[in-house]
């Protein structure tokens, strides 16, 4: 029998504000875990006052989380749950987080989303869905490269429009 | 004791603005102004604070005029500090007299960012032990924060020269707006644990389209205004295809309108490019992928 207590990181991709309120919900349906917290840098203060989050581990970048961008100390640790948290209802535009979210081991993956509700998702499901997003990556790549020289050429005629303050 | 101006602007939350207003009355800082600046609410708010907080200075607007209706109650404040909060937020009893000891002991110091925290939960979940005021700050050694316009202190002569919100934004990116200028101008924004500012965040409350609207067009504008050449041309692409990509991702035009509205409305930011310097444009934490998850 397993007796190591079970583990789950939240990984801070929302307010403060907004955790504050997922925080309850998380409790509540993973009570017997140990939470842990993954923050950027500016966050960690404002995360230690969490009564309920045992260990919070720093995000060393300035951008957002990528699934490139590591975090050594969290390549050692092995998780039951790891939890996206969402600004919106189903995830969209979350997809860096979700893709960084499965470089991190553990049995499941879940998203928190504005109003708290806990959705499973899978490696598998996120592959499909990189797999959609690369294709519109193509596209929007091949519109910006159309557009950008029409909006640049705009933005050089109105560029003296806008000119600096005195 | 130096006088701190509270500054709140409204629009059709009367009982939230009683509610803010009363929370007011518990701060511990004697020395204080309330300044309530209504952008033509209709639901009975501006009668509320005559005749339940006569003590409170009632700017009223004639139509609903955004974010330019706060520059009025700025320039109306008298204090040496000034506190900006939304009409559902409300500093913690002691965050203005903290708040006044960092500035005191920091001159460099431009903006105290409050922890603006959830208002129905944030109680119940954290322990606020005693903090080290001296430790309090929560920045990153590597780059620079912005602000939460939903509770922050700002130094009045600092804010006013950097020339307020920029009232061409009407909502959202306002703060960010701001942050550009005044770290540009020496001054530096934290954000301190002990500082608590309570928000009742509410998203479904929030209609679909203008947060995805406003934040996106403004983030152009935000990058024509502050940033260097060489910075504009890379972020205006950056942003234009994260335009296309969020308008197919989430199947929404709103992004695409946000874009054009941008560049239609360019007239509006006339005469108000000030290029930031590139350590300042470099190092500011701009949340650019936030902006494209608002729309529901």
Not at chain 1, 83 to 107: C, D, H, P, Y
Request: hydrophobic share 40%; proline share 4%; net charge positive.
């Amino acid at each position: 029998m397993d007796a190591r207590p079970k583990k789950a990181l939240i990984i801070r991709s929302a307010s403060f504000q907004q955790l504050d309120k997922n925080l309850p919900e998380i409790l509540k349906n993973l009570s017997e875990y140990q939470l842990d917290l993954l923050t950027h840098e500016h966050g960690v203060r404002l995360a230690e006052k969490y009564a309920q989050i045992d260990k919070i581990f720093i995000y060393p970048y300035r951008a957002s989380f990528h699934r490139k961008s590591r975090v050594k100390e969290l390549e050692k640790e092995s998780y039951d749950a790891v939890i996206v948290l969402v600004t919106n209802l189903t995830g969209a535009g979350f997809l860096n987080v979700i893709q960084f979210a499965t470089t991190i081991r553990s049995r499941e993956y879940l998203l928190c989303n504005l109003v708290s509700r806990l959705t499973p998702f899978t490696r598998r499901i996120v592959a499909i869905d990189q797999f959609k997003s690369s294709v519109l990556k193509l596209i929007a790549a091949l519109g910006t490269i159309v557009m950008a020289p029409l909006f640049l050429i705009g933005l050089l005629i109105g560029m003296p429009v806008i000119r600096i303050k005195k | 004791m130096k006088l701190v101006s509270v500054v709140m602007l409204c629009w059709q939350r009367k009982d939230d603005v009683r509610e803010s207003l009363t929370q007011l009355k518990q701060t511990t800082y004697p020395n204080l102004e309330v300044i309530v600046v209504d952008n033509a609410s209709t639901d009975g708010t501006c009668e509320m604070i005559e005749c339940d907080f006569p003590e409170v200075r009632l700017i009223k607007m004639f139509k609903n005029i955004g974010i330019e209706a706060y520059n009025i109650g700025f320039a109306n404040a008298k204090g040496e500090y000034i506190v900006i909060i939304d009409d559902d937020s409300f500093p913690a009893p002691q965050a203005i007299s903290r708040m006044v000891q960092k500035f005191e002991s920091n001159h460099k110091l431009g903006v105290v960012a409050f922890d603006v925290r959830n208002f129905y939960h944030y109680d119940e979940i954290v322990i606020e032990e005693d903090i080290d005021p001296h430790a309090s700050a929560a920045t990153a050694p590597h780059y620079y924060m912005g602000f939460n316009g939903a509770g922050v202190g700002i130094k009045s002569d600092v804010f006013k020269r950097v020339g307020y919100y920029p009232e061409e934004f009407f909502l959202y990116n306002n703060e960010m707006d701001v942050a550009f200028k005044i770290w540009n101008s020496g001054y530096t924004i934290e954000f301190h644990s002990d500082v608590i500012s309570y928000h009742k965040y509410s998203p479904q409350n929030r209609t679909s389209w203008r947060a995805p609207f406003y934040y996106t067009r403004n983030a152009y504008w935000l990058v024509w205004k502050n940033m260097p050449v060489r910075l504009v041309v890379r972020y205006t692409i950056v942003l234009l295809y994260k335009c296309l990509y969020a308008s197919m991702e989430q199947q929404t035009l709103i992004y695409i309108k946000a874009a054009m509205s941008a560049f239609w409305g360019m007239n509006r930011i006339k005469g108000k490019r000030e290029p930031v310097h590139h350590e300042v444009a470099s190092k500011l934490r701009v949340p650019f992928d936030t902006f494209f998850t608002f729309f529901r």
